[in-house]
């Protein structure tokens, strides 16, 4: 234990500075040149790789799941969209989460305030696929871009980077408010009140940008790996991962963010497919896709 | 190697096929959609003659006149009417991608042009925001 101890007191280097990445992320996906009075880049004819609604008045970049779902309604294949998703979770997976996302960032803000916190269990992390499929793919195919169930209708990344500051805007402008649907408030809410009592609940329970990053999980270029040899089960990586599963049966699953602060401790590893295994270890392969219940 | 070149293999080829659709998607991937352009004509209207009227001109044809003829110039009234017509337009699919951010495109769901996308807009300028 006091090895354990010894190894989780001195944390890994990079994880340390992984609030500095998402808030230099966050810079740029908010359009810089905006805030200077300019009228701003706002490429919105370019997908981002992040889950940042393009109706916030400050967004760079079009969101991929507000394209894709949008294509999927007019029947056509956002090809640079998918191949944009295809190239970084290949290259990265949930890095992207973990390290990129605004959305997280302010999902890992609110979880700095001393609130209790209660871990979701695993298994509703497959709920993601389910909105993958039926808001952002089936439900737009067939019944198109007005339907209430519409994922951007409901997203409440849409609704509190979008709606509420366009709101405030037109308020402040004397302009009649375009308030947004019962539902997607209701949703904003639940969600924002979530937020204070587990870690990341969009991103673990329903973000469909985050069920296609982590299928890329398995195969991307960068990864995290468990070494078992190096492990003493201290249990010590319950505490380490923010959602509070075990290193070995959580690293670099379906439902792994890739926050890396299991890395803290040295048992785990980021690592490319490039880098050798040691001979002399056991190296293990990664529990990945393992996801039972947690003991 | 051969263990790093297998466990390369994989994620390499994912990144170059979605390099591959990207480039396909921005360069090579066009779209055809439909502007509806409004547009305004003068046109003269004459109204038809009402029963009894007699027919005017010098040309008096008398019996062989046609009863649907105007029955005078001074009758002529100008009006404004809007026509519509549909133009044909191929769009790249990021100029796609940038309209669908403001509901700019729409599939036309029955009537002439059942099935194909339509923008929502005419003109430069589209709107301003997501309509969602």
New interface residues.
Partial sequence: MSMAKNRKGKPAQFVRWRWLVQLSFLVAWLDPPAWFGSVGLRM????GPVFHC??CPLAMF?CPI??IA??S????L??????????????FGSFICGWVCPFGFLQDLIAKIPTPKFAMPLWAGYFRYVVLVAFVLVIPFFW??SHPL?V??LCPA?ALE?AVP?MVRQAFAHQPI?WPTGLKVAILVMIVIAMFFTWRPWCTLFCPLGAIYAL?NH???LFLRFHRNRCIDCADCRSLCVDGAPAERRVDGLHCLRCAECTRCRAVTVET?????NDTEDAAKVVAGSDEARS | MWTVFRRALLPIALVAAGAIAIVEGVWFHPIPVIVEKETKKTIDVTPPAPPGTPMDGPSSDGPSASPGMPFGRQNVVKRTVTEIEIEPLIISEPAATRDVTVGGLERVASGEHAGKLRRTYSGEKGPALCPT
């Fill in positions: 919105h004819n370019i997908c393009y109706s079009a507000g394209v949008n294509f309604a007019l029947h056509v956002p090809l640079a969209a998918i191949g944009l998703l295809v190239v970084l979770g290949a290259a198109g871009e519409f951007c209708r849409g979008g366009n375009t890329l195969v991307s270029l497919v490039f880098s050798l295994p």
